[in-house]
């Protein structure tokens, strides 16, 4: 089997320990990939003073496919966002974020709703309200202004990203997510394009929903929903509440899609409090890591891997501490949980019963 060269960035905060655990089950599957280790974040300012150096750009446009772990985000100031930096850099305008239920019963036990959940959120990922063009007004910053960018060529290869995704893979409707009743010219671009794209696919239904009630619907019948596409911001927004419909952020994954590049990394931040203590959740870092490897044609390790995955999760016997408060808020079970090391040893015991 041939090896694949990979940028691996290990983010920061929880970043690191995560991708270092997720690499240590994959070399457990023996799957053929050579990492190329780039450091962005910060740790590259501690190195570089830059949180996105240019060297470290170029190294990593040298290669098709990124793992990524979480960078933190200042708030309220201090550097631009270095993960949407990337997407604009390497034009992955699509961040694809499939929601869909585990099979592990537990993790639905007192929201029984959300078990057959399968939708996915495809957001833009270049313009909208991320496009970071804003500016203080006045010599004594009394007003802040951001623009809303959305241009026709970015709404047209989202929206058609969204609908050959849904034909790819079988899916039967596409759903344009927007606020076009109050932000007329932006919203209503993004319905015009949405609608002149959809009758090239009429084998798909194509509807539009108000983003406040489609956050609603997502929590009351998110059954009924299937491919949905949006804006920057938006889309931020409601794959967070759709991994919530699947468990948490903690087992949500996420990629980055662009006709040259992808990048792939999960839906949860760096949480930078609990950096170095080994507590957080792994398997969304994990499970994005599948997506990978489905991307690259690796489908045998990809169920591999995720069935070694689902079998810890079944047993309940080892699990980080977010899931053992969710068996324990359940009535289910009272385990203690072990850190994400130990964890990760589970599910490569169980996955090399399964080679």
């Known amino acids: 089997m041939a090896t694949h060269k990979v940028v691996l960035i290990p983010g920061d905060g929880i970043g690191p320990e995560l991708t270092q655990l997720t690499v240590k089950l994959f070399e457990a599957a023996e799957v053929p990939i050579e990492w190329v280790v780039v450091e962005l974040g910060e740790p590259a300012i501690k190195k570089y003073g830059d949180p996105l150096p240019e060297e470290a750009l170029e190294t990593i446009k040298k290669y098709p496919v990124i793992f990524k772990g979480p960078l933190t985000t200042p708030v309220g100031g201090g550097y631009r966002s270095v993960n949407v930096r990337l997407r604009v850099e390497l034009d992955t305008y699509a961040v694809v974020r499939p929601a869909k239920s585990l099979p592990v019963s537990w993790l639905y036990a007192d929201v029984p709703r959300y078990k057959n959940v399968d939708l996915v959120i495809v957001r833009e990922a270049t313009e909208g309200l991320y496009s970071g063009i804003e500016h203080f007004v006045g010599k004594d910053k009394c007003a802040a202004e951001s623009t809303m960018l959305i241009t026709r060529k970015g709404s047209e290869r989202i929206i058609r990203f969204a609908f050959e995704y849904a034909k790819k893979f079988n899916r039967k409707k596409v759903t344009a997510v927007h606020k076009a009743n109050i932000l007329k010219t932006t919203g209503g671009l993004w319905l015009e394009v949405f609608y002149e794209i959809a009758k090239n696919y009429p084998e798909i239904q194509a509807e539009d929903r108000i983003v406040d009630n489609m956050a609603m619907q997502m929590v009351l019948k998110p059954q009924e929903y299937d491919v949905m596409v949006m804006e920057n911001l938006m889309g931020d927004v409601l794959s967070d509440l759709a991994s919530g419909l699947i468990g948490g952020l903690g087992v949500a994954p996420s990629s980055n899609i662009g006709d040259k590049y992808a990048m792939f990394e999960p839906v949860h931040g760096s949480a930078p409090k609990y950096a170095g203590k080994w507590m957080a959740n ?48 359940a009535g289910i079970a009272d385990i203690e949980p072990v850190s994400n090391k130990e964890y990760t040893e589970e599910i490569i015991r169980n996955l090399k019963a399964m080679m």
């Open 282 to 329: 792994p398997t969304a870092q994990m499970l994005t890591g599948t997506l990978m490897l489905r991307y690259m044609g690796l489908e045998e390790k990809a169920d591999l891997i995720e069935k070694a995955i689902f079998k810890t999760l079944n047993d309940a016997k080892k699990l980080t501490y977010d899931m053992a408060r969710t068996l324990r808020n």
